[in-house]
């Protein structure tokens, strides 16, 4: 059956109103922007012929009940349905997991679709189309907040796509399920932002045929391929980081084939801030000496201290070329060992902000 469809893509809005803006030193986001970021999302979107909204976690900043608020009572507005999950901005501590839901029942979280108290939910946002929200949200032992999948859901998940009772599945999940940056799933810094049994979810999602997953959390614009799943890991960077994004994507299946065009967009300007992006480069550019020394002194590299200061005024943007997607580095004066390194974070097919998927097609690209 010939399907066609528009959706949006918003992610890790962190919205904060102003009264409970969490100031920290080593806060990386603009959070105080994060309110006029949205609305200049939404005006465009406004002009669009939207079929839904995905919001893929992290809606607030630290889940806080009057963002919750204040973004719920903003959804209802919209002329359009709006499917929601929780990030771990959203869930900082186990008890606020039973008060997520409460403030999102008319998005995604149905009384009689969702499961009970669960972070989790399946419904149809089209006909023959379902969308299946996630929670990757969960504390260890030790308490620590790690992104991971208990068994019970992925038993729940499993019965769900064996009623094969939709032509086309949509998945989103906070934490991404694929690698978004080079060696992702054992460095240190990017391992948390990676759902920790992300091959058993994947395993399940291609017996099932499912081609793509919406993620956030990392803050970065990049789009990954797996042969081994035929699975695309579709990540969309935060509203309140470099460099602002959110995507348009229109699904088609007809006699051509299934596909998927994505295509990226910035929020380029606010009222606070008439040149957003120039003024939101700069700020992670001013933030970025701590976090790139400890990529150059840390392993894999341990460059001595001296040497690394000489290197980070060329690393000054590195961040923020990987957030804005498509990045392809060159450090050809650097000691071979960090210019591998660097280089080695260029991104590889497929395009990360404006691309058609095929979704049939299966190309090994990573």
């Known amino acids: 059956m010939a399907l066609k469809f528009k959706f949006a893509i918003a992610s890790d809005l962190h919205i ?3 009264h409970t803006i969490w100031q920290h030193p080593a806060r990386f986001h603009l959070v105080e922007y994060s309110i006029p970021a949205f609305e200049e999302v939404l005006s465009h979107l406004a002009t669009l012929d939207l079929d839904f909204l995905l919001l893929p976690g992290d809606l607030t900043q630290h889940g806080e009940p009057e963002n ?55 419904c149809e946002v089209l006909p023959n189309v379902r969308l299946i929200g996630l929670n990757s949200n969960r504390f ?12 019970e859901q992925l038993d729940w998940l499993q019965t769900v796509l064996d009623r094969q009772d939709y032509e086309l599945n949509l998945v989103t999940i906070h934490h991404n399920v694929l690698e978004h940056m080079h060696d992702q799933s054992r460095n240190a810094l990017g391992k948390r932002y990676m759902l920790g049994n992300n091959q058993q979810l994947c395993e399940i999602l291609h017996r099932a045929n499912v081609k793509m ?3 956030g959390h990392l803050h970065v614009q990049d789009i ?8 695309y890991d579709i990540t969309t960077g935060s509203l309140v980081s470099y460099p602002h994004p959110y995507r348009v994507l ?41 976090f790139v020394l400890r990529l150059l002194t840390h392993p894999p590299l341990n460059l001595p201290l001296e040497v690394a200061e000489k290197l980070t005024p060329d690393l000054r943007y590195f961040w923020a070329y990987i957030a804005d997607g498509d990045a392809d580095f060159h450090f050809p004066h650097f000691p071979k060992v960090a210019q591998e390194y660097f280089e080695a974070f260029s991104d590889v097919p497929p395009k990360d902000n404006n691309v058609t998927l095929n979704l049939k097609r299966s190309l090994t690209m990573r």
């Open 68 to 122: 919750h608020q204040w973004l719920a009572e903003r959804l209802t507005k919209l002329p359009y349905p709006v499917y929601v999950i929780a990030g771990n901005h959203d869930v900082p501590r186990v008890e606020t997991f039973d008060q997520f839901t409460p403030h999102y029942t008319k998005f995604g979280f149905n009384e009689g679709i969702s499961e009970p108290n669960k972070l989790y939910y399946e």
């Open 140 to 151: 260890d032992e030790e308490g620590q907040q790690i992104g991971w999948i208990d068994d």
């Open 224 to 231: 990954a391929y797996s042969d081994r799943y035929d699975l």
């Open 16 to 18: 904060a109103l102003p």
């Open 250 to 290: 229109n699904y088609i299946s007809d006699n051509l084939g299934d596909r998927l065009e994505v295509e990226s967009f910035r929020v380029k300007s606010i009222p606070e801030q008439a040149d957003f992006l120039h003024f939101s480069r700069e700020w992670m550019g001013n933030h970025s000496h701590p």
């Open 213 to 215: 997953v919406f993620t």
